[in-house]
Every structure is written in C-alpha cells, then in structure tokens.
C-alpha cells in the first residue's frame, strides 16, 4: 500500500493532467462538444490513471471524475458565501 503522502501526489498529477484536456471540462470550449476528442482524452487519460488503479476503465475513469467535480462544486458553494463576508 502506498503511502499518503504518494496518493496525495498523484491526484495532483491527475488534476493537472485533467486540466491539460479542456475537452473533458470547459464546457464553453468547441472541443467539449466534440465526441471523438473527448473520447481519445479519456483514453490517453486512463492510461494515467491506471498508473495507481491498474485495473480501471473508462468508466471507473468518468464515475472518479464526476466525483470530485461534485466535490469541488459543494466545497465552492460553502467557501463562496464565506469570501463574500470576509469581503464585507
């Protein structure tokens, strides 16, 4: 089993590589709407995370991701209202 400190490091390089593919995520782009290149980013991006789950799927992939964009939107929803009052 791998330490912390090494999980920690290497969902910075999953977040960093997942912010390398816009498709994946900025929803305004022209690549977000296009399949075949959301497609072949999973799949060089699988190969990532297979690094640490060597059995993962695309699937297993997209449920992770989904996941911490949930993560992340909740987290931003309560630390927003926050900076509003600390700004105040």
Same mark, same amino acid.
């Given at each position: 089993?791998?330490?912390?400190?090494?999980?920690?490091?290497?969902?910075?390089?999953?977040?960093?590589?997942?912010?390398?593919?816009?498709?994946?995520?900025? !929803?305004?782009?022209?690549?977000?709407?296009?399949?075949?290149?959301?497609?072949?980013?999973?799949?060089?991006? !699988?190969?990532?995370?297979?690094?640490?789950?060597?059995?993962?799927?695309?699937?297993?992939?997209?449920?992770?991701?989904?996941?911490?964009?949930?993560?992340?939107?909740?987290?931003?929803?309560? !630390?927003?209202?926050?900076?509003?009052?600390?700004?105040?």
């Amino acid at each position: 089993m791998a330490s912390s400190k090494e999980e920690k490091k290497f969902i910075l390089e999953v977040t960093e590589t997942y912010h390398g593919f816009p498709e994946l995520w900025k !929803v305004k782009s022209k690549e977000y709407s296009d399949r075949e290149k959301k497609e072949a980013a999973y799949d060089t991006f !699988v190969l990532k995370y297979k690094e640490w789950y060597t059995e993962a799927t695309k699937d297993d992939l997209k449920k992770k991701l989904n996941a911490m964009r949930t993560s992340f939107r909740r987290l931003a929803l309560l !630390v927003h209202p926050l900076r509003t009052l600390a700004t105040n």
